[in-house]
């Protein structure tokens, strides 16, 4: 089946720093990815919709200048958490819609990130 | 109010025993249901799709009410490995993306 393969699985950073969180799709192609921010006893929250070769389209309340994402191939899409502060410390899932016959949600293993 | 809406739990019961849990959701366009297991620091998973018609897989059986915008999902036989949060999710028509409930925790117990 459709493989999403998501890194670092984890990352401890200090505040004022940038960690990028890398999200592939394996054998398949995804035009979009999803990029979800899950805390502790909560669901997931979708952040951003990434497009391949586009600008991501941001839920309200996210801030773009933040979470930077890019998407610049059909299989590799990049959230960047900058100026990481303690309140992103959080589990970070990306997902990728296999668009193919088979179709489908697929979700990365996810990152747990802490900012000391 | 929340697009989809899940009781948190948890719910505790033995094993071998059957439980339901239910979802509704608020938006009247919505198109597709799912049901996803995620277990405790890990991804979610998808267990089943939810059909009109009702579906069922295994244990499973997967109830879609869109007269009442209600899903459920019904395990029986529960198995100690069933233990974990169970997401109502829902695509909405003309959004790629998927909407999630809260989830609900499941434990079986010995």
């Known amino acids: 089946g459709a493989v999403v393969s998501q890194h670092p699985s984890r990352v401890i950073c200090k505040s004022g720093t940038s960690v990028k969180i890398e999200c592939r799709s394996l054998?398949?192609?995804?035009?979009?990815m999803f990029w979800y921010r899950q805390f502790p006893k909560q669901s997931l929250m979708l952040m951003a919709t990434?497009?391949?070769?586009?600008?991501?389209?941001?839920e309200q309340g996210v801030e773009k200048d933040k979470f930077l994402i890019n998407h610049a191939s059909l299989t590799l899409s990049t959230l960047t958490v900058t100026s990481a502060h303690p309140e992103d410390s959080s589990f970070y899932i990306c997902?990728?819609?296999?668009?193919?016959?088979?179709?489908?949600?697929?979700f990365g293993s996810g990152t747990r990130l802490t900012v000391v | 109010r929340k697009e989809v809406e899940q009781d948190p739990g948890p719910f505790n019961v033995p094993e071998g025993a059957t439980v339901a849990f239910n979802c509704t959701y608020s938006?009247?366009?919505?198109?597709?249901f799912f049901w996803y297991r995620q277990d405790c620091r890990k991804e979610p998973k998808l267990l089943m799709s939810?059909?009109?018609s009702g579906n069922e897989d295994g244990r499973f059986t997967a109830q879609l009410n869109r007269a009442s915008q209600y899903i459920s999902l019904l395990i029986r036989d529960s198995k100690l490995s069933d233990s974990a949060t169970y997401l109502c999710?829902?695509?909405?028509?003309?959004?790629?993306?998927?909407?999630f409930g809260t989830g609900t925790r499941l434990l079986v117990s010995p």
């Open positions: 997902s990728a819609r296999d668009e193919g016959p088979q179709g489908g949600y697929t």
């Open positions: 054998d398949f192609q995804a035009t979009t």
């Open positions: 990434s497009n391949e070769g586009s600008k991501a389209t941001y």
């Open positions: 938006n009247s366009a919505s198109q597709s």
């Open positions: 939810v059909y009109s």
């Open positions: 999710v829902v695509n909405i028509r003309g959004f790629q993306k998927l909407v």
